[in-house]
């Protein structure tokens, strides 16, 4: 099984990208589980939801307290508690267009604890939507990272929206694939 803690703010579509991820998984046939875990906050406060994703399936609901990997899709996030109960060796999928050593300083880890992968999504978002709201140019990093294929996250992206927004957010998933890095 591959749980996946996302990380937002309101407002941002950190629970939609949770969704459209296990979408995905479930057009491969995999058993999923998409939830957020939020009440009343509003439009900017912290965020998080959860994606389980498995070939068996899934009989735990909880929270997810050790995820494989930790999805953050606001910058402004990032400290050393994002990393709390990441597993050994996780992976950390961020929105963040510069130095890679500025982000391992932020987290207070070191170069191989954890995959990293980083997406410059406010900046694609920017450009390709006109908008700050990067959750789908996250996915690019679960597609980087073998969870999720590219025409599993294009499809759930078209059952989700429609016409120009569709095409507009593959295009940004597509762009967000081309300009990540992996260390």
Same mark, same amino acid.
């Given at each position: ?11 941002q579509?950190?629970w939609t ?6 979408m995905?998984a ?9 939830f ?10 912290p965020?998080?939801?959860?994606t389980?994703?498995?070939d068996?399936?899934i009989?735990?609901?909880?929270m997810?307290y ?8 606001d910058y402004?996030? /990032?400290? !050393? ?6 597993k050994?060796g996780?992976?950390i &999928? =961020? $929105?963040? *267009?510069g ?15 954890y995959?990293l992968v /980083?997406? !410059? ?5 920017l ?5 700050? &709201? =990067? $959750?789908? *140019?996250?996915l690019?990093?679960?597609?980087k990272?073998?969870v ?22 593959i295009?940004l ?11």
């Amino acid at each position: 099984m591959i749980e996946v803690r996302w990380h937002s703010r309101g407002g941002q579509g950190g629970w939609t990208a949770s969704n459209l991820t296990a979408m995905a998984a479930s057009y491969e046939g995999k058993y999923v589980q998409s939830f957020p875990a939020f009440g009343p906050e509003r439009s900017g406060a912290p965020i998080l939801a959860f994606t389980r994703i498995s070939d068996e399936p899934i009989e735990l609901h909880s929270m997810i307290y050790n995820p494989d990997i930790v999805v953050v899709l606001d910058y402004t996030l /990032l400290s !050393p508690g994002i990393v709390s109960g990441l597993k050994p060796g996780g992976t950390i &999928i =961020t $929105n963040f *267009a510069g130095d890679v050593n500025q982000v391992l300083k932020t987290l207070n880890v070191k170069t191989g604890d954890y995959k990293l992968v /980083l997406i !410059p999504a406010s900046k694609l978002a920017l450009e390709i939507l006109k908008s700050k &709201i =990067t $959750n789908t *140019a996250m996915l690019a990093g679960l597609v980087k990272c073998g969870v999720v294929k590219f025409e599993s996250v294009e499809k759930s992206i078209r059952e989700r929206f429609s016409g120009p927004v569709a095409e507009k957010n593959i295009l940004l998933v597509k762009k967000a694939l081309e300009e990540s890095i992996e260390v």
